[in-house]
């Protein structure tokens, strides 16, 4: 117990955990254990949790019973994704969670413990809203189980300054072009560069030692043709030829150039930040953190005087298309022992997962939360026709 609370102690976010103690013949314990990592919209995503799911189900309990009801929030979660799985993952194991939020490239590791949502009917009609693709990576590797339900969508996506490509000749839009290329990218990038100081990189992205470097790689040699997996049941299996040589050449040559050295300490954060300070002129993202740039852009340009005007779209094209690496995260429910009384906690479970997941959830995560929806091109074109304002999701939908 006190190694884990000297793990725990570096870490400081937010966790819901609802403790609703009452007497029911058919269960040994009531309420519901549910986790939602503070990193995905900060505390007013946790408190649109806290008011709309975790309050109403411990009122559901609450009028079944007179006996006291409590609710416990531990206030320590760790910072980095996998620090948060390891936690989730000792907490299922104890059977101290049962509804918790899973990384895309994480869900094959909590198999063991979490539930075949194909096994409740009530998720058949919202599956096959699915994103296919999503779907895929959220279920088991033979594709029998889903082991979590999306919940919201990402994918690398590139930003850019409108104005100053406009200011020096360019078509501002023409990163939206299905040809436009690394290549390209590269020569306006270190034009632009030489004449705006200010500007330490041409260009920016993940470079520190860690999975956004991974996934940018992905999309490097994924856009050269290169689509096979390079992680194959913990055996790193990236292929070495011509194409992935190649690949990583044209990067190096960025190095020193269009990106700053320190490029190896990058993250989203820095890059974010680097950005946001007019310090690059393109940027690689993920698509849920646009309208996090774009609101940050508009309080500048407002405190400022600034009249910068910012662009997204997919990646640059390769040798052979235009790549994007797959990101976002899932909700996976604990695989309760059908043997004890847990069935109380198993319906509040399935209960909280549905108002979490269903259209109208979706609908109203990414409206007040910008976190995109999972489900198919059908569905987000209905939630772009509601919207007149420009909306990334939308944006990247047409392209």
Known sequence: MSILIIFFNFFILLQFFIVIHATNPNCSSTGLHISVWKKHGGSALNHWIEQNIVSVIRKMEESKSSDESSMVCNTIQPQLTNDYMNFAEILVKEHSLDLFDVDIVYPGRFRKYTSDLTDYSQFDDLRAWLDKDLEKAYSSSDGKSLLAFPWFKEHGVLIWRKDLLKKHGYDENEPLSSDFTWERMAHIAADIQSKESQLTDGYAWQGNNYEGLTCNV???IASDGVTSRIIDDDKITL?????TVKSFERVASWIGTITSKDVIEGDEMTVKNKFETGKALFVRLWSGMYDGVAKAVAENNKKDGTTWDIGVSFMPKGNVMKAATLGGWGLSVSNFDKESSNYCREKNALTALNWMVNLTAQKAFYKQFQRNPT??????????????EFQ????LNKQ
Do not use: A, R, Y
Not at 239 to 243: D, G, I, K, L, Y
Not at 377 to 388: M, V
Not at 392 to 395: A, T
């Open 375 to 388: 489900f198919n091109s059908t569905f987000i074109d209905e939630l772009c026709n509601e919207s007149g």
């Open 392 to 395: 990334v999701v939308c944006e």
């Open 239 to 243: 292929v070495v030829n011509e194409t």
């Open 218 to 220: 992905m999309e490097w």
